[in-house]
């Protein structure tokens, strides 16, 4: 069973900072990629920033040069480092690991639970 534990979220004001983390059950490894999302109020759940087990880096536009994703092996822990925080980054924040397999369909995807994260203007 896998289970992703997210924290860090809160109300910060603009050009604030904030870092989430989400903590694995298992070896972060063991997933082909793990991620951030958000979903803001009305609107679809996005990407935000992936990172996959070799340690390469995605981000999504809005976000690039101001948030930054890694991860701790020995914690089993992937870490969301957002900077200059915007009142459109406001949303609630959700952890995935993403895990491919023999089977239908071929990704599995679990998440977590989901962190708010809201920024003051």
């Known amino acids: 069973q896998v289970q992703l534990v997210e924290s860090g979220g809160g109300l910060v004001q603009a050009g604030g900072s904030l870092r989430l983390s989400c903590a694995a059950s298992?070896?972060?490894?063991?997933?082909?990629?793990m991620g951030w999302y958000r979903q803001a109020l009305g609107k679809q759940r996005d990407l935000v920033a992936f990172?996959?087990?070799?340690?390469?880096?995605n981000y999504a536009d809005s976000v690039k040069g101001r948030f930054t994703i890694s991860r701790d092996g020995a914690k089993n822990t992937v870490y969301l480092q957002m900077n200059s925080l915007k009142p459109e980054d406001t949303a609630v924040y959700y952890c995935a690991a993403h895990k491919l397999r023999v089977g239908v369909p071929p990704l599995t995807t679990y998440w977590g639970q989901g962190t708010q994260v809201t920024v003051s203007s």
């Open positions: 990172i996959t087990s070799s340690n390469s880096t």
């Open positions: 298992g070896s972060i490894f063991s997933f082909n990629g």
